[in-house]
Every structure is written in C-alpha cells, then in structure tokens.
C-alpha cells in the first residue's frame, strides 16, 4: 500500500514539477573586501576574548567536543595561529550557509571586522593586554528563556560500531497529559565529546505504534536508523550541533503535542574506531505554551522519484553529479499559502554543494539556503531571521551536487556507483512552516 501510495504521489508531483538546475552562480557573491582592523594593536582582554566568547567557547572548553580549550588568555595565545588560521578560511566557526544566501538567527559566522582584529593580534605577537580593559561578556543569542519540561533517553546507550559511525534512535515517553506546544528546546549530550549531532521529532499517537515495533525489533535501546527515519512527513522538533546551547521558536509559533505522543531523538556518534567510548544517556529540555498564534508543522522536498529503483544515479568517479527538483506545494497544502521560518539540507558524505530555492511564479529565484562546501559533519537547521510568505503558483526547489571522485571517498575505499538509500546517497530539503 505504501509503495502504490507512493507511486501515485510521484505521478501527481510530477506532472506540475520543474527539473530545470540553478544557475551555476547561485548563492554566491563577489568575495568579501578586506577591512582594516579597527585598532592598531588589538589586545586579548579588550578585543578577541569577547570574539572568543561570543563565537568558540561553547565548544572549545575543557571536555568539550574540541581538541582543545580557548578559555583563557595562555590557551589562546599558544594556539593564535591555528586560530587565524581557521577563520580566515571560514572553517571556523562552523556555519555551512553561504553569507550571500539568506539571513538566520543565532549565525555563528565571524564579520570582517572581527577576522580583522584576530589577524592584527595574531601578527602582532598576540598582546594580552590589562585584564581591566576587558568588557562584560556578551550576551548570547542562543539558550531557553525558560525550561517547563525535561525528559531524558530512557537508558544509556554505548556506541559499538566498528567504524566509529553510529545513528541510533530512541522512543521518549511524553508526560504531559494535556495538549501542548513546543515553543523551544535544548539538548543536553551526556558525552558531548562522542554525540556529534541530534534531531529531535513529535512523534504523533498515530505513528507511535510503526515506531515501538522498529524499537522492539532491536536489542538494546533504541535501534539502528543511519538512513533516518523510515517514516515520511513527520516534523523535525530542532537538533542539536556541538556548541548549541538550545533556543526558543521565534515569536508566537510552536509544535502541538498531543497526549499519548513520543518523542523520538536520532543521535549520531562519532568516534575514533577501536577506542573505548562512555555510555551516553542524553537529555533533552524543552520550553511549552499552552496555546501559540501559529502552529508549525513540516514540508520536505525532494523528487519521489528518486526512491524508486536507482534513479538518482551517481556514478562511481563522477565528481559533479547534479540532481534538482522543484515543484508547487500547494499541491499537498490544499491551495494554502503559508511563512517558512526554518530550512535545512540533507546529503551523506559525497555531497559537495547544495542549495535550497524558491522559484516565484513570474520566475524570479530566490535563495533560502546554498552551502558551497558541503560537510556530513556540520549539517544543521536554520532558524530564518524573517519568515518568507510562499503562496500558490511559486516552487520550492532543492539542488545538489554530489562528488564521488576517488578523492572524496570517506574512507579508503574506491569509488562505487550510488543511488539513493540508507548508507548511499539523499537529496533532501526540510521546511519548517505555519499557515495562517
């Protein structure tokens, strides 16, 4: 029944879909102007301890998922040009989405003032500075306002696969008896060192039944899932990245829960094979408002298509293999405008590049996403800073480039053919979205 319901949706979605690609520049823009570090001579208490705060803390701390901690004026001076050298590049700190496509909350990126400051300190030998030049610490954007409810995993889970790669999934019990509304969430990693990301959905009472019976099929808690979820549709609540320290909805929107409800989580952990790793026992927090102006709910997009048979086939040394789809998604909102307020990117670790687009009804594009320098590693969701209005007649589109050169392999191995699947290959885009 499934895979009739299925092909009957890929018939529908396809008659009123745009397989046309992005334009090559898409998402891009000229590269930044150098700036001129506002001061001559920066000093570490008065200028980059408050970037270091602000931007790397929350991960590079003692015990944290980073080599090493940055807490601390000795601490950053022995690593100053491993620093400069990691933000001039963008690569820290870690924040996929292009600076050209879209503007979201709590972005992590660094502006050219403050690269400026750590370049100009960092060839200046580093100064430290008077400790009383030092400004209050900032205040974060990130972290719950407030916390109603906390749940934890309902065992603590050792990761044991051989190749230090684990996804696991784990059934909560939900214990509110009464209606609710996720209105922001945070995630509290019991080894931060060994979770490298988490999801976490509202699984409703319908559902519940599909997903205890994958649950019980394995031992242990929870079960394998490192394709996901098997289930289509349902809405990813928030996640987690090494650094977040949890957030609240934007204003007025939250997720219903319904009594008799699960939460589920998919933990991804990441390990060196062959090392001794701690049992993790995550717990997660969330913030509830009994009623919200908006409810949120979920829309995905990607080419039925490509689940059937190996029809998004990426050949072994291909090192841009390209796959879009577009189409108008009032054909599954019944005709409904609605806002987006979150996107986010799904590929595996053949992914190069990848954008996420609206393609209005006169035909201009625009940019909701595009990460130039794909990683598995860093994926996440985004929080738009300002919803965007989609109405009927304008299409969602979703582009990704693959590389399945024998340089981009994850391991040793050699290139092979790949489609989509579990340990393959997906092409995915998830919205975050409310009605009126």
């Given at each position: 029944m499934r895979r009739h319901a299925l092909a009957a949706t890929t018939g529908l979605l396809l008659t009123r879909c745009s397989l046309t690609p992005l334009p090559e520049d898409f998402g891009t823009c000229e590269a930044e102007m150098p700036v001129d570090s506002p001061k001559a001579e920066p000093t570490y208490h008065a200028d980059i301890r408050p970037i270091l705060a602000a931007r790397c803390v929350t991960c590079h701390v003692d015990g944290g998922v980073a080599p090493f901690a940055l807490t601390t004026y000795a601490q950053a001076h022995d690593f100053r040009d491993i620093i400069t050298t990691a933000v001039a590049s963008r690569r820290m700190p870690p924040w996929p989405p292009g600076r050209c496509c879209g503007e979201f909350r709590h972005d992590r990126s660094l502006t050219p003032e403050q690269l400026a400051l750590l370049g100009t300190w960092a060839e200046n030998d580093a100064p430290e500075g008077d400790p009383a030049d030092a400004p209050p610490d900032p205040e974060l954007e990130e972290g719950l306002s407030r916390f109603d409810l906390e749940i934890e995993m309902p065992a603590p889970y050792t990761p044991g696969d051989p190749d230090g790669n684990d996804l696991r999934c784990f059934l909560l019990d939900w214990p509110i008896d009464q209606p609710t509304h996720i209105t922001g969430l945070a995630v509290e990693p019991g080894d931060a060192g060994l979770l490298h990301h988490s999801l976490v959905y509202a699984i409703p009472q319908a559902k519940v039944a599909s997903y205890q019976a994958q649950d019980d099929r394995d031992d242990g808690p929870g079960w394998s899932c490192p394709g996901g979820l098997a289930e289509g549709g349902d809405t990813v609540v928030g996640g987690w990245l090494p650094g977040s320290l949890g957030y609240d909805f934007p204003d007025g929107i939250g997720r219903s829960v319904a009594p008799g409800s699960k939460i589920l989580v998919t933990n991804h952990y990441k390990y060196t094979p062959g090392t001794a790793v701690a049992a993790d026992r995550t717990t997660i927090a969330f913030k509830l408002d009994s009623t919200v102006e908006r409810e949120i709910s979920g829309v995905v997009v990607y080419n039925p298509a490509?689940?059937?048979?190996?029809?998004?086939?990426?050949?072994?040394?291909?090192?841009?293999?390209?796959?879009?789809?577009?189409?108008?998604?009032?054909?599954?909102?019944?005709?409904?405008p609605f806002l987006i307020h979150g996107v986010?990117?799904?590929?595996?670790?053949?992914?190069?590049?990848?954008?996420?687009?609206?393609?209005?009804?006169?035909?201009?594009?625009?940019?909701?996403?595009?990460?130039?320098?794909?990683?598995?590693?860093?994926?996440?969701?985004?929080?738009?800073?300002?919803a965007i209005r989609i109405e009927p007649g304008d299409q969602l589109k979703v582009e990704c480039h693959f590389d399945n050169s024998e340089q981009n392999q994850p391991t040793s191995e050699a290139p092979r053919d790949l489609w989509w699947g579990?340990?393959?290959?997906?092409c995915i885009a998830s919205l975050l979205i409310s009605f009126d």
């Open positions: 490509w689940l059937l048979g190996k029809t998004m086939f990426i050949k072994a040394g291909d090192d841009d293999a390209t796959f879009t789809y577009g189409y108008d998604p009032s054909l599954v909102t019944a005709g409904k986010s990117l799904h590929m595996h670790e053949r992914g190069a590049s990848g954008s996420v687009a609206i393609e209005r009804h006169g035909g201009d594009l625009e940019c909701l996403l595009h990460v130039e320098d794909w990683d598995y590693h860093w994926q996440g969701e985004y929080l738009l800073a300002d579990d340990d393959k290959e997906m």
